[in-house]
């Protein structure tokens, strides 16, 4: 089987996801991240529509976005399936996947923007390993020196970070609930396991987060599907915006 190609940047958690899938199914692959900011303009060189990761090329097709790959990589292995066969399972899956794909992603997204732009040592934990094309030693030394140019391209502020905050409880809940009804969390993953696990997966790298978020079924799914997710980011909220988790 000819390899599949992913390409992604440092630290992305819909990059774990898609990496998670073709582990689990056990597909050879290599992937090759993009500086990022400079993803954008390189993605569209090598013949991609989009300027967002993950991308990947699989059996000589680009294919764009988690969901779309999720797919791909179903018709290139069928087993182990990531999608029930039964049609009103695979309609729950797909129902969940998609919410973790567009709103649980957003959130843990913004989040870190924000904890990247008060925490900037953890920018390099986050690049480290390297995927980029250089050793890990030269990637090291210039994260420091890219740094500015990489904030810049988070935009985030204080009232839009604590009012993702304020629903994340909610999103957890939500998370937790399908594990309950059986949706995920199953001694078979299927692919809105895998789209749950990176998302939570990003948000366990926050010290702030973490004492909240470990001990719910959302946080056993991450470490478990997730569980060498890179990345920390150390105290960046204030108190009261965290008390929303506190009451949970």
């Not at 582990?23 to 993605?43: A, F, Q, S």
């Not at 999720?70 to 018709?75: D, P, V």
Request: contains cysteine.
């Amino acid at each position: 089987m000819e390899r599949v190609r992913l390409i992604g940047v440092p630290g992305s958690h819909p990059v774990v996801a898609v990496q998670a899938m073709l582990e689990y199914k056990r597909i050879p692959y290599v992937r090759r991240d993009l500086p990022t900011g400079l993803h954008r303009v390189l993605l569209r060189l090598r013949g991609f529509h989009g300027s967002t990761v993950p991308v990947a090329r699989i059996g000589g097709r680009r294919v764009e976005g988690s969901r779309a790959i999720a797919r791909a990589l179903e018709e290139l292995q069928p087993e182990p399936a990531l999608f029930p066969s039964d049609l009103d399972a695979r309609a729950r899956v797909e129902a969940l996947e998609r919410w973790a794909d567009e709103e649980l992603q957003s959130t843990a997204r913004l989040l870190a923007h924000w904890g990247a732009k008060h925490d900037r040592a953890s920018l390099r934990t986050f690049a480290l390993p390297s995927y980029l094309p250089l050793p890990d030693r030269l990637v090291a030394a210039l994260v420091p020196v890219l740094a500015p140019a990489i904030l810049a391209g988070f935009t985030v502020d204080a009232e839009e970070t604590r009012s993702r905050l304020g629903v994340l409880p909610a999103q957890l809940d939500r998370v937790d609930a399908a594990v309950a009804e059986g949706v995920i969390g199953t001694d078979t993953p299927n692919a809105a396991d895998f789209q749950v696990a990176a998302s939570v997966g990003l948000l366990l790298c926050f010290d702030d987060l973490r004492p909240f978020i470990e001990p719910r079924p959302a946080g056993e799914i991450a470490r478990r599907l997730a569980p060498d997710y890179p990345g920390w980011i150390g105290p960046v909220f204030p108190s009261d915006w965290l008390r929303p988790l506190a009451g949970t």
